[in-house]
């Protein structure tokens, strides 16, 4: 595939599929973000000594044969999912936090609002967008509520998902989702959800790793990141008003951990001015706990220097 060298360069095509919910169709989206820029690795004092919480990344002994810590110059990948992943145009964030780190991410979209992973598994749509590019990875990432009020299904088609996109020669990638906010009108409706955003997060932690576990799939752990963000830091909001979806913030943390778990590289000291609405001291913060999501052993060592490349 050609490089492009200019920095900032940004191609975004939306396709409308029609389906049988013409009010809310499959949305597939291109993203093209391209950096010539090269990139110095900083690490802030004491950070890779943090520890991540066992698993988060990497599940078992399968997955961590796939570990590649060379960072890429060029990746293609596609995320399938919902709102979670086309609110705010996630993977044009991710694409671009590439572009400022010199990391060429060309990113694509599959989507529908409230869509399961039954339902991506049964649209022709989605193992004709699996097979027929050069994908380089593809995140999955189910309903909110998958593996709390549907983890048979969930897990079921995971796994055939997982087995398309391995066949076609790409590696899969599982987007770990959040518990909604503290609050949120689901907790006294659902009971399955445990009642608090701990308890549904530990569902949903159980329910992805249960997929990763009998696929060999690597996490990517945006929950419980999120759940260590907000702890962290209380003063910074992650939710838009429906205490369910991402607001700019969590937008921005989750494509931060995209970023370094695709790239294996933390975002501080590479990615560039935050978008409009996220202070710079807020930034940071994000930053710093999306790096969490580096696997350890693809932490560098203090002043190491360059990253190695493809």
Request: contains cysteine.
């Amino acid at each position: 595939m050609s490089r492009l060298h200019n920095p900032w360069a940004s191609i975004v095509v939306v396709l409308l599929i029609g389906c049988e919910f013409p009010d809310d169709p499959v949305r597939l989206t291109d993203v093209m973000m391209d950096s010539s820029t090269g990139s110095t690795l900083h690490w802030p004092t004491g950070e890779e000594e943090l520890e991540l919480e066992r698993a988060d990344v990497l599940v078992n002994a399968t997955a961590t044969r796939r570990l590649d810590c060379v960072t890429p110059l060029e990746l293609d990948v596609l995320f399938i999912g919902n709102s979670y992943t086309f609110t705010l145009n996630l993977p044009e964030m991710v694409a671009r936090l590439g572009s400022e780190a010199g990391v060429t991410i060309h990113a694509s979209a599959l989507t529908r609002r409230n869509a399961r992973l039954e339902y991506h598994l049964a649209q022709a749509i989605t193992t004709e967008t699996i097979t027929e590019h050069a994908w380089d990875f593809v995140v999955l990432q189910g309903h909110s509520l998958d593996p709390i009020d549907n983890l048979d299904d969930f897990l079921a088609a995971g796994e055939a998902l997982v087995d398309t996109i391995e066949q076609s020669g790409a590696r899969p990638l599982l987007y770990e989702t959040w518990a909604y906010k503290e609050g949120e009108a689901t907790y006294e409706t659902d009971p399955d959800t445990g009642g608090t955003p701990a308890a549904m997060q530990q569902l949903i932690r159980e329910g992805y790793r249960s997929l990763a576990k009998s696929t060999g799939a690597p996490i990517a752990p945006v929950g419980d990141i999120w759940k260590r963000t907000l702890a962290d830091h209380p003063t910074i909001e992650l939710f838009d008003p429906d205490f369910q979806h991402p607001n700019l913030n969590g937008v921005y943390l989750t494509a931060n951990v995209f970023f370094s778990v695709l790239t294996r590289m933390t975002p501080m000291g590479h990615v560039g001015v935050p978008p409009e609405g996220i202070s710079n001291e807020d930034a940071v913060a994000l930053q710093a706990e999306a790096a969490r999501a580096i696997h350890w052993k693809c932490r560098p060592k203090r002043n190491s220097g360059r990253i190695d490349r493809r």
